[in-house]
C-alpha cells in the first residue's frame, strides 16, 4: 500500500513540473535560454542546446573559456545571450 502511495505522489509531482518546463525560458528573462547542450564545435566555435520550450534547437557562438567549460556539462543548462552578427553570442553559461 505504501509503495503506491509512493509512485503516485511521485508521478503527481512529475505531472505538476511539466508546465514550469514549458515556460522556463520565458521565466528566466530576457537574452535567456535554457536547455540540454546537444553539441560542441570547438574548431567552429559554437554550441547548440535542445531548448525546454520550444524543444528544437539554438546554436551560439561561445569563446574558448565557454566551450571548454560546456563540453562536459550534463543535465540543463543557462545560456545568457546577446543578438549579434545576426546570431546568437553567449555571454555566460551556468549549470
Known amino acids: 500500500m ?3 502511495i509512493m509512485v503516485g505522489a511521485v508521478l503527481m509531482a ?4 511539466l508546465p ?5 525560458c ?14 560542441v564545435d570547438a574548431t567552429a566555435k559554437k554550441f547548440t542546446i535542445t531548448d525546454v520550450q520550444s524543444k528544437g534547437p ?6 574558448d573559456e ?5 563540453k562536459d556539462a550534463k543535465g540543463m543548462v543557462t545560456v545568457k ?5 545576426g546570431g546568437l553570442t553567449a555571454l555566460g553559461v551556468t549549470f
Open 14 to 17: 512529475g505531472l505538476l513540473a
Open 66 to 70: 565557454i566551450l571548454k567549460g560546456i
Open 20 to 24: 514550469m518546463a514549458s515556460f522556463a
Open 26 to 39: 520565458d521565466g528566466a528573462g530576457p537574452s535567456t535560454h535554457i536547455g540540454k547542450v546537444s553539441s
Open 2 to 4: 505504501a509503495k503506491k
Open 81 to 85: 545571450y546577446q543578438e549579434q552578427d
Open 58 to 63: 539554438i546554436t551560439f557562438v561561445a569563446n
